[in-house]
């Protein structure tokens, strides 16, 4: 199907690529973008604390919320904060009924590779470690993330379980970046929607600079998830792709890897979306139904 009649009326106004990124200006154009509180999805609670030495914000809308999603937004390692996804995590807590802890990570390029990756890491064990003050019953402990949100998700899943870390239950990756090699080859996707949807081919590499410059190793499995030589024990996935994404194809590659290695797996192809869709477009109603498809893979056990 072509791509939503909604998102190809916003692709059309957007201006071409700069030829430099600025991540101080970038940074504060997003958040210039952020709707004020009172325009946001209203919901039980909001409040931020410290997970340790990292900044959160614990989200939820059930008072007996036993479950908890551990939220790592997106932004290409140097975007991106607690602000700028707020109604992402608002919309998790309201689906989902469970609490939701976004993660407010080190960013790419002041901060070296694995100060943002070693944040998450230690908020879900932060989570757990405080599960009676935070009302965590031990059951559900879900990671997600979108975009290099989900090259967290996948990566912290796989550190809990080379430690022999089992409180994991789940991991929620929408449109994850798994390969940060970007030969275009390596992929279909990669040309079939190398432009005109938003997040294009040749943007990858100089919008990954920041990451890959820091010390981030594409051939390192904790920075390409999709690179691990064993995909056994991990905990069971729901991978959301974006059919108008260069993305795509390494997330379908990544959740066929988890399902031939026995991982349980929901792998979901969002027809007529682009990358970013959870965050940017979830205001139309066809995409809104990605949260319920999260509520349902989070209630199956």
């Not at 944040?119 to 031990?138: F, H, I, M, P, T």
């Amino acid at each position: 199907m072509p791509i939503h009649p909604e998102v190809a009326k916003v692709l059309a106004t957007l201006p071409a690529p700069s030829a430099v990124l600025d991540p101080v200006a970038m940074r504060a154009g997003e958040a210039s973008q952020v709707p004020p509180l009172g325009d946001r999805l209203p919901i039980a609670s909001v409040e931020d604390m410290s997970a340790g030495d990292v900044p959160v914000r614990l989200y939820a809308d059930s008072t007996d919320a036993s479950g908890v999603i551990v939220y790592f937004h997106g932004g290409a390692f140097f975007l991106g904060s607690l602000d700028t996804h707020d109604h992402v995590a608002r919309h998790l807590a309201r689906a989902t009924g469970l609490k939701v802890v976004s993660v407010d990570y080190r960013l790419a390029p002041e901060n070296e590779f694995p100060a943002g990756l070693h944040d998450c890491y230690a908020a879900v064990r932060w989570v757990q470690e405080n599960g009676e003050k935070l009302g965590w019953d031990g059951s559900t402990l879900a990671v997600a993330g979108d975009s290099s949100g989900g090259t967290f998700a996948a990566a912290v899943a796989a550190m809990a379980t080379d430690d022999g870390y089992d409180a994991v239950t789940h991991q929620i990756l929408f449109y994850p970046s798994l390969d940060l090699d970007f030969d275009e080859t390596r992929y279909p996707s990669l040309v079939e929607n190398a432009t005109g949807y938003g997040l294009e081919t040749a943007g990858l590499k100089p919008f990954n600079a920041f990451y890959l410059d820091s010390g981030a190793d594409p051939d390192n499995p904790l920075v390409s998830p999709i690179k691990r030589t064993s995909f056994e024990g991990l905990p069971k996935a729901l991978v959301v792709t974006a059919e108008f994404d260069p993305l795509r194809d390494e997330g379908e590659r990544y959740a066929q890897r988890l399902r031939e290695a026995g991982v349980e797996v929901n792998a979901v192809r969002w027809e007529g979306a682009n990358h970013g869709f959870v965050q940017n477009f979830s205001q139309i109603p066809e995409f809104a139904q990605v949260f319920e498809t999260i509520t349902e893979f989070l209630r199956e056990g």
